[in-house]
């Protein structure tokens, strides 16, 4: 079966170069949630869309925009790239954001900032 | 704070043996859901146990869910060195957080064998 697929796997970058960081949820999945998990930590939720309109935000830096598409996907927009954004993110993915049901996470994208 | 806490940080075992992780959170919760990851590596979801579940099985693992207690429990038996990795709980509350999930900061599994 499909999974949530994400891209790139891996990126590096420069300080204050931007980066952009996509997600394909499984069909019919229509809410999308990106978490950063920094070395050694737990994922950390930054935002979250249903129906294409943000339904949730956590801690997530003002460089940092993030949109739901008409197909649902997802992309994560970084800007003004800072070491400390060197991290693993995920996008995960439900049917239904008030669903009891379980999400469906990405393999992650690695992002190292030089 | 929503976060959980998960104890212990550490667990270092023998293969054939069980494997017992707790995890404490702090409001009400929708649900509860443990998540394994490899090193560094994508999470993959294990068992979800609504509010109203005090237990559920899938193969060798076991939760259980005592709200009262605000606290879950993942049981692995006969664990294998393959079950090597980090595991988290993960809270949804419900309500407004449209299905976000608040992680604890995970216990990390070595199986030895």
């Known amino acids: 079966a499909a999974g949530v697929i994400q891209s790139p796997r891996h990126l590096i970058k420069e300080k204050r170069e931007t980066a952009t960081l996509k997600c394909y949820p499984i069909?019919?999945?229509?809410?999308v949630y990106w978490y950063q998990q920094g070395p050694g930590q737990d994922p950390q939720f930054l935002i979250s869309f249903y129906e294409k309109m943000q339904s949730d935000k956590g801690s997530i830096p003002d460089r940092f925009s993030a949109q739901q598409f008409s197909d649902y996907h997802s992309e994560l927009n970084m800007s003004s790239l800072e070491l400390g954004d060197s991290a693993l993110y995920f996008c995960?993915?439900?049917?239904?954001?008030?669903?009891?049901?379980?999400?469906?996470f990405g393999q992650g994208t690695r992002l190292t900032v030089v | 704070s929503q976060q959980g806490e998960e104890d212990p940080q550490a667990l270092s075992i023998q293969e054939g043996e069980n494997a017992t992780m707790n995890c404490s959170y702090k409001?009400?919760?929708?649900?509860l859901q443990w998540y394994r990851q490899n090193s560094g590596r994508g999470l993959v979801h294990l068992i979800l146990i609504r509010s109203n579940e005090r237990e559920k099985h899938s193969g060798r693992l076991r939760v259980t869910l005592d709200t009262s207690k605000k606290s879950s429990s993942l049981l692995i038996t006969a664990s294998r060195a393959a079950d090597t990795a980090s595991y988290f709980c993960a809270t949804d509350w419900g309500g407004t957080s449209y299905g976000k999930l608040t992680f604890g900061q995970g216990t990390i599994l070595t199986v030895h064998p």
């Open positions: 409001t009400s919760i929708n649900n």
């Open positions: 995960a993915g439900k049917t239904g954001a008030h669903m009891n049901t379980e999400a469906f």
């Open positions: 069909p019919r999945h229509d809410t």
